[in-house]
């Protein structure tokens, strides 16, 4: 038990204190590394949320050494939990922006599309055999 919470501790401790070089992340964006940190603790900061509900349940066993799996369980369905909620703010966090973005409006996305089409549209793509021919 003691090796366990040591471990989550120093996982911890390190991903709190690392530094990363910030000219890796792109200006553009909210700062991915930084980002990615954060979620990687709060995963790990609900495993040992867990942990501990799980080992608090070990008082009012018995034989507690019997049910040690308990305090398994809880870091188990906490990283999970955290994982989850993780995904959800990850798959929400940019999707107010996309939808009240006024400065790039439906008009001036179809006018954008217009002009870039050449840029990004496949030549005519031709494949078959010496019988047969499709294009499209």
């Known amino acids: 038990m003691k090796k366990f919470l040591c471990a989550i501790l120093t996982v911890t401790l390190i991903l709190s204190s690392a530094t990363f070089n910030p000219a890796l992340a792109q200006e553009s964006e909210d700062d991915i590394v930084k980002n990615t940190q954060q979620d990687i603790m709060l995963v790990g900061i609900a495993g040992g949320g867990g942990a501990i509900l799980g ?3 070990l008082s009012f066993m018995d034989k507690p050494s019997r049910h040690v799996r308990n305090i398994w369980t809880g870091a188990a369905l906490g990283i999970i939990a955290g994982v989850i ?8 966090k940019n999707s107010e922006q996309l939808q009240s973005s006024s400065h790039f409006n439906s008009s001036e996305r179809v006018a954008w599309h217009t002009e870039n ?20």
């Open 117 to 136: 089409v050449e840029k990004f549209s496949n030549p005519l793509v031709q494949f078959g055999t010496s019988i047969v021919q499709f294009r499209f």
């Open 55 to 57: 080992l608090s349940t």
């Open 85 to 92: 909620f993780v995904a959800y703010i990850s798959a929400t």
